[in-house]
T-cell receptor, first 115, second 115 residues
Framework: AQTVTQSQPEMSVQEAETVTLSCTYDTSESNYYLFWYKQPPSRQMILVIR??????QNATENRFSVNFQKAAKSFSLKISDSQLGDTAMYFC????????????FGAGTQVVVTP | DARVTQTPRHKVTEMGQEVTMRCQPI?????VFWYRQTMMQGLELLAYFRNRAPLDDSGMPKDRFSAEMPDATLATLKIQPSEPRDSAVYFC?????????????FGPGTRLLVL
């Protein structure tokens, strides 16, 4: 079974600064997908970024980028130039290659961006 | 702008009553997922369907919960009878999933309170 661990329950960052969220996972699979989802106070779950395990290049989406370390089973999210609208709960999620889309989520990290 | 829709957005009911939550997946998506989110348990996968057929409902309490897809544009999650411990936010998500994996898009959720 896979487990996804987010060890930081809450992080605070000032506007325009950078924050990095950690995520580790445990799997024996070699082919899988990793995601970061954002959940603002509205409760809507929003996809932030996705990474295929077979790709060595780290995914980037505007101010969001990941540091994917497959051997270490680590998948951190960096938010650059933080904005007030980035305040949200961030969930790391794992999907096995042949699981028909079944996601396993971490417990989440609450990010608070302060002026 | 295609999106997953869920109704109702909020529901307050009394213990013992039947609750039906509805989801309209994004047109063309072949997989629908039901999740429950609570403070204690985080995000839990309850059930999911591919091409309207149930793939896995092992996360769902069978005695009181049922999930169906009467057609490709409607998924339902029913609780009968409801209990206070069912109070949670219920999310529907859809995706165009294959064996190579894909991305899920979430609806806004139904916030359920059972008194």
């Amino acid at each position: 079974a896979q487990t996804v661990t987010q060890s930081q329950p809450e992080m605070s960052v000032q506007e325009a600064e950078t924050v990095t969220l950690s995520c580790t996972y445990d799997t024996s699979e070699s082919n899988y997908y990793l995601f970061w989802y954002k959940q603002p106070p509205s409760r809507q779950m929003i996809l932030v970024i996705r990474q295929e395990a077979y790709k060595q290049q780290n995914a980037t989406e505007n101010r969001f980028s990941v540091n994917f370390q497959k051997a270490a089973k680590s998948f951190s999210l960096k938010i650059s130039d933080s904005q007030l609208g980035d305040t949200a709960m961030y969930f790391c999620a794992f999907m096995k290659h042949d699981s028909w889309g079944k996601l396993q989520f971490g417990a989440g990290t609450q990010v608070v961006v302060t002026p | 702008d295609a999106r997953v829709t869920q109704t109702p957005r909020h529901k307050v009911t009394e213990m013992g009553q039947e609750v039906t939550m509805r989801c309209q997946p994004i047109l063309g998506h072949n997989t629908v997922f039901w999740y429950r989110q609570t403070m204690m348990q985080g995000l839990e996968l309850l059930a999911y369907f591919r091409n309207r057929a149930p793939l896995d409902d092992s996360g769902m309490p069978k005695d009181r919960f049922s999930a169906e897809m009467p057609d490709a544009t409607l998924a339902t999650l029913k609780i009968q009878p409801s209990e206070p411990r069912d109070s949670a936010v219920y999310f529907c998500a859809s995706g165009l999933v294959s064996l190579s994996g894909e991305t899920q898009y979430f609806g806004p959720g139904t916030r359920l309170l059972v008194l």
